[in-house]
């Protein structure tokens, strides 16, 4: 049914919002046959599947002049699961319904309760809310379902990750029989069907996914990464796109936590959102990316559901999504409305396999790309910076005076270069990554400046355990506690490696190997690392004389795909 054919306040509102035409789920939903019937609709993210909904339940709202009856006992009511997402949702209805008349109570964590049961028990047409809190006022006896027309569950997946299926199942068991029941659930999950089946009769099954499921305004890319460097890939990230407004987002609280304090120590505009932050903190930290006073969000995936950002630019994966699923809907709070975003994975050298999958899967083609560098950012940062000053301005008397003042004082050479680098002084500086990246291949006359003398070690990982220089210079770094300069060549063979460290090195380096040994934090202590005696010319030779020497490989890891186990 095109917007021709809704009531007319309804056409008149969406009008005034600059809808000319119904997007895909939206028609989908307004087909002839479906205002009546239950729905399960599957739509990615930015579709304008809360308008959706909101037109789907016209039919039990409005009479038959298109307008709302006296308020009492809600008739629709919609839960969904974080708060953000239940007032964004109760927003698009404010306008949507508006004209009709409609009055419309939010009840959400984090809000005055009494206040919402005063609300309540002044009548409301259509109640928004999550399940929590939907709850309290069901058992409290401050919300009456008894009149109920349609429920909607938004994001119904969601809820039931987050553990809310007692709360729905107490809530849905209160209202009537005859009721619709309207389902929006971006995957289908056994215990999502297994609800349809219980609460739904005859339901209609509704499917927007495109074939080509990422959204078609965000470019996806993919940088691989040392495990170390991935804190100095998100900053260069952020310095080379330079967004209006970027997402960050990591698995847990404490990545959460850590990630931002680092981002605002290196000069960032930077707010948290995670489960350890209250309400208020969460308010705040919204408002400040809508000023613009925060340009950077850090976040789980769960705090920031609902979290509608306009100006959002950037999605930065600093830890990977779970599966497809997870990094559709993390990317697609970019690139909405038209806008074009940019959604970027970091990936872990060992882990580019699985990334590669979970692509296939969410049928995404993501250009892998090389970190940032610091000459790629200043260069980016040049252009940024002359764009921005070649501008046309207003220029008033005072800037004038001020302006001849300085020529009087100084060359022109000299106030230019004064505004260049007040303008830099504001910028974060950005990173030197551990790994560059694998650098031409030199054959020079004789040893490296510095490995005339070395010592010879080696590890019980190689070919067969994915083993590759990238990882493994991180690691001999962190687990002896030398830099990467300290390094010399590293030769892989099937099933050990061996690298050289300058013998002046090497005893510190064996010390430091002791210790940490079973304990990395980066879960590679179990790696076997141990002085050799000789070179590795002299132990091949060795070993096609006489097998490889007793107990020498006995204690070689499990070869895994992308490499060893490692723990965050």
């Known amino acids: 049914m095109p917007f021709s054919r809704l009531p007319a306040l309804l056409g008149e509102a969406l009008t005034e919002r600059g809808y000319a035409a119904p997007t895909p789920v939206q028609a989908a939903v307004l087909e002839e046959g479906a205002d009546h019937r239950d729905l399960i609709v599957s739509a990615q993210t930015g579709s304008g599947k809360t308008v959706a909904f909101g037109l789907a339940i016209a039919a039990q709202l409005l009479d038959d002049q298109g307008r709302m009856g006296p308020a ?18 109760s927003r698009e209805l404010m306008w949507l319904y508006g004209k009709a008349g409609a009055r419309i109570v939010s ?66 068991d209160a209202t009537p029989e005859g009721r619709r029941t309207l ?23 509704i499917s927007t996914m495109t074939e080509d499921r990422g959204h078609g305004d965000i470019t996806y890319q993919a940088v691989t990464v040392a495990p170390s460097d991935i804190e100095a890939a998100v900053v260069n990230l952020l310095r080379l796109h330079e967004p209006d407004t970027a997402i960050l987002f990591c698995a847990t609280r404490d990545a959460v936590r850590h990630l931002h304090a680092n981002l605002v120590e290196r000069g960032f505009q930077a707010v948290a959102l995670s489960g350890e932050h209250s309400q208020s903190e969460r308010n705040h930290a919204l408002q400040a990316l809508r000023d613009r006073r925060a340009r950077v969000c850090v ?18 994966h600093v830890e990977l999504p779970r599966d497809h699923e997870a990094l559709q809907h993390r990317s697609g709070r970019t690139g909405r409305a038209g806008k074009k975003g940019t959604a970027v994975l970091i990936v872990p050298y060992q882990r580019r396999r699985r990334v590669e999958s979970m692509l296939r899967g969410a049928r995404i083609q993501a250009e892998w790309v090389p970190v940032p560098t610091a000459d790629d950012i200043r260069a980016a ?49 950005p990173e030197d990554l551990v790994d560059q990246g694998p650098k031409p291949r030199e054959r020079p006359e004789g040893p490296r400046p510095g490995f005339e003398d070395t010592v010879w070690f080696h590890m019980n990982v190689g070919r067969r355990h994915n083993a590759d220089p990238r990882w493994l ?17 590293i030769r892989i063979a099937a099933d050990e490696t061996m690298f050289e460290i300058p013998r002046h090195v090497a005893a510190r380096f064996a010390s430091a190997l002791k210790r940490t040994a079973g304990a990395d ?48």
């Open 72 to 89: 009492g006992a809600p008739i629709a009511l919609a839960i969904a699961p974080t708060r953000e997402l239940a007032l964004q949702v």
């Open 107 to 172: 009840c959400v964590g984090g809000m005055d309760p009494s206040r919402e049961r005063r609300n309540l028990s002044h009548g409301a047409h259509i109640v928004v809310g999550t399940p929590g809190r939907l709850r309290d006022h069901l058992e409290r006896g401050a919300l009456d379902l008894s009149g109920l027309g349609v429920v909607v569950l938004d994001e119904a997946d969601e809820m039931l990750d987050m553990g809310f299926r007692e709360d729905l199942e107490e809530i849905l």
């Open 183 to 205: 389902l929006f659930s971006a995957t289908m999950p056994k215990p999502i069907v297994m609800l349809a089946k219980r609460y739904q009769k005859d339901a209609l099954r």
């Open 299 to 316: 976040a789980t995936d769960v705090a920031a559901r609902g979290i509608d950002l306009p100006s959002l630019s950037l999605v930065v």
């Open 381 to 429: 940062d040049r252009e940024r910076l002359l764009a921005t000053l070649s501008a046309p301005v207003e220029i008033d008397e005072e800037d004038r005076a001020l302006g001849q003042r300085l020529m009087a004082e100084l060359s022109a050479e000299d106030i230019a270069a004064m505004l260049v680098r007040s303008h830099r002084a504001k910028l974060p500086a």
């Open 473 to 489: 210079l991180p690691l001999l770094c962190r687990r002896g506690h030398i830099t990467k300069q300290d390094v010399g060549a």
């Open 521 to 568: 934090p980066e879960g590679d202590g179990g790696i076997l690392i141990e002085p050799m005696h000789g070179n590795p010319r002299e132990t091949q030779r060795q070993n096609r004389r006489s097998g490889p020497p007793p107990g020498r490989h006995q204690a070689r890891p499990t070869p895994r795909p992308g490499g060893p186990r490692r723990g965050r």
